[in-house]
């Protein structure tokens, strides 16, 4: 079934959650210290399938991001993102971030519903830095995201609603595995619940929904599930619509 590169969201109500325990081991450690980050995942692995795609779009609804202040001195970050990636380990990704002491966030490193979009590649081993746009938007609204291949050249580019802010060559011309969901690093559990509306550009240039989703809660590195601390799960038929947060009783 073909589907419109943005696809018009539904409207609900902004969610007030409680505070998160203060608990620095909430997700057997998932904060900025040895890189040890939470993910709630949808996960489409092309690879071995036959398949590939020159695009991703994602529509993101963040209706609750709060992270809390850096205890050990490591920082705290929360995405709600996608990624386009590789066999060989190349990617883009982009989307909703709060934290990463912000500044801008009117003058606190944390808050309710100040939200950043971000971007960021890696490519040929190396890691372009992370852009943060400066400026912060409330939650409660849907904003669209694009990564795609327009010039079929491996030049890929990020487009924010109806901007396009950046492109990078040096990427393959089509990507085996797109993902969605949240990556969380905090010492202390953050609050987050999100929505996502996800689509893919075949080779013919038409977008579609995804074949496919694996649903997934992990470590960065441990393949066991952390269930108990985010969660993600369907909440429409097409794959890639998603909800996703933290703590897991969220979705």
Known sequence: MQIRRHIPG????????????ASATWGNGCSNENNNHCYALAIWNMAGEGEEVKGMSSNFAVYHMYVWPSYNGH???????????????AWVEDGDLAGTH??????REENPYSIHWFYAYSYNGKTIPEYIAPWTYQGGEWIGYTLDDPSNNGTWCEQIQTTQVACQGGFPVYATRVELGMEAADEVQPEN???SETGVQHRNGNWYHWNKAQL????WGESGEEGAY??????????????????????
């Open 230 to 251: 985010v969660c993600i799960q369907s909440w429409a038929s097409p794959a890639g619509y998603d909800t996703f947060g933290s703590p897991a009783a969220e979705c």
């Open 10 to 21: 539904l409207v609900l109500m902004l969610l007030l959650l409680l505070p998160a325990s």
């Open 102 to 107: 912000y500044y801008t966030e009117e003058g």
């Open 75 to 89: 920082g705290q970050s929360l995405q709600d993102e996608q990624w386009m990636s590789d066999a060989a380990g």
């Open 193 to 195: 619940l999100a929505k």
């Open 216 to 219: 997934r809660t992990v470590k």
